[in-house]
């Protein structure tokens, strides 16, 4: 397939090679999204766009304009300030019971990460008091955060986000993630690289995820899989998404 013409500079991601960008293929299990049956341009079918609490400014729609591959994404206009989020959701149904959850995704955005923490994906975790597993962004870097503790992987002291990366602007990243329930692990890859600073592995480690592993006893079962914006200070973005596939086996970028 080729890709559409995308916002802002072109990039390799966006025209790799004469036929384009290719996807990675499902595993057996699980689903994949590439948002081409969606015949609105409000996201539907598996997705639920949900803003919980209140509501604002943020919106979430899907874009005939720009996408990695084909002609359609999930866009999110993501505002500043906590009742402006929005985000676009699925249940994380037909995965084997006590498997590891494998996520990837394809995003590309307008806006370098803000000093003030964001989140661009989040699970709702019934195994850690109903509150949500927030993948985004703070002091410029990618960053998981637990709402239940507002633990940060990795720490956020100068070594710490250093382990990290931003999330470049103006391209489309691939973002991968393993969260292993049973085992309490968690690891990042950009690009099919792990991020040193993004993985819990059950030894605490200093400025990456001793803080994390203060908790005992975490072992996430998200229900949920959402993709949006949530700004808990300043910071405004523009976010497609492309491509996503979950399973329980790795699916790669």
């Not at 079918?45 to 609490?53: D, K, L, S």
């Not at 990290?164 to 049973?182: A, I, K, M, N």
């Not at 914006?229 to 491509?243: A, C, F, I, N, P």
Request: proline content about 6%; glycine content about 12%.
């Amino acid at each position: 397939m080729t890709a559409a013409v995308s916002a802002g500079s072109a990039s390799a991601a966006d025209t790799a090679g004469a036929a384009g960008p290719q996807q990675a293929d499902c595993t057996t299990d699980g689903f994949c999204e590439d948002f081409e049956s969606q015949t609105g341009t409000q996201p539907a079918g598996r997705w639920i766009t949900e803003a919980v609490n209140c509501s604002g400014t943020g919106a979430a729609a899907v874009d005939s304009a720009v996408a990695r591959t084909g002609s359609k994404s999930l866009r999110i206009d993501g505002k500043a300030g906590y009742c402006n989020h929005i985000f676009a959701g699925t249940p994380l149904t037909g995965l084997p019971a006590g498997s590891a959850l494998h996520v990837r995704f394809w995003v590309r955005h307008t806006t370098a990460l803000p000093a003030a923490h964001v989140t661009f994906a989040a699970m709702h975790d019934p195994n850690d008091g109903g509150r949500d597993l927030r993948m985004g962004g703070q002091n410029g870097a990618l960053q998981w955060n637990r709402e239940s503790d507002d633990a940060t992987l990795p720490e956020q002291s100068p070594v710490g986000v250093s382990k990290s990366l931003p999330l470049p602007v103006g391209e489309w990243t691939c973002v991968e993630f393993r969260l292993d329930g049973p085992a309490g692990q968690l690891e990042t890859k950009v690009n099919g690289s792990v991020v040193e600073g993004l993985v819990v592995d059950g030894t605490p480690t200093p400025d990456v995820d001793r803080q994390w592993l203060n908790k005992s006893g975490w072992r996430p079962a998200p229900t949920n899989l959402r993709f949006g914006w949530e700004s808990y200070g300043s910071g405004d973005d523009t976010l497609w998404y492309d491509d996503i596939a979950v399973g329980s086996a790795p699916i790669g970028c």
